[in-house]
């Protein structure tokens, strides 16, 4: 069972793929799939994707949504189907991130489901997302973790990790901008 609040005006219209979609190979979209990677998020399939078709209170004008239903293989670690955890901060923190870089591409650690869809992550990539995440500030990290109900302890683990992950992808950047 799905429980979900949504907003009148606004239906389900079908799934996204994530090999074809308006956004590959946007920086918006590589960002996304950093993210995808950063959470642990190792269900990554198209029937987790939705289209929302809504009105824009403001301008009366119709707009798709594109957005991502179902995240709940999330904050564990990923692997084979019986070494993956979902919703495990202890697995989460332990976990690597990022393996290395290859040529211009980032290596995950990711073992996940649809594993191809991060092959061709970049640095710049990285630097965009890494960019954006940098201007988080703690409580705001941590707030999130407290809106999905983790205790305290968990909270300040979950965050100090996502925190660590943000600054391993500036990190890269500033590798590769200092290389002769």
């Keep these: 069972m799905r429980l ?7 239906d389900r219209t079908g799934d996204w793929k994530w090999e074809s979609n308006p956004f590959t190979g946007t920086p918006q979209f590589q960002g996304l799939k950093v993210m995808m990677v950063l959470i642990n998020n190792w269900d990554i399939k198209d029937s987790n994707n939705e289209i929302l078709a809504t009105r824009n209170e403001g ?4 707009e798709l949504r594109y957005i991502i239903s179902d995240l709940g293989g999330s904050f564990g670690k990923t692997g084979g189907f019986i070494s993956r955890s979902r919703n495990k901060p202890s697995d989460f923190v332990k976990a690597d991130f990022i393996k290395g870089v290859k040529a211009d591409a980032i290596d995950f650690n990711y ?4 594993k191809k869809q991060f092959d061709n992550i970049t ?3 990285a630097k965009w997302i890494g960019d954006l995440l940098v201007r988080l500030s703690e409580e705001q990290i941590k707030d999130a973790f407290r809106a999905a109900n983790y205790l305290p302890e968990e909270v300040e683990r979950l965050s100090r990790a996502v925190r660590q992950r943000i600054e391993a992808l500036n990190n890269v950047s500033a590798q590769v901008a200092s290389r002769p």
């Design 59 to 62: 301008t009366g004008e119709g």
């Design 123 to 125: 640095i710049s990539d």
């Design 111 to 114: 073992g996940g489901k649809s």
């Design 4 to 10: 979900e609040a949504r907003p009148k005006h606004t």
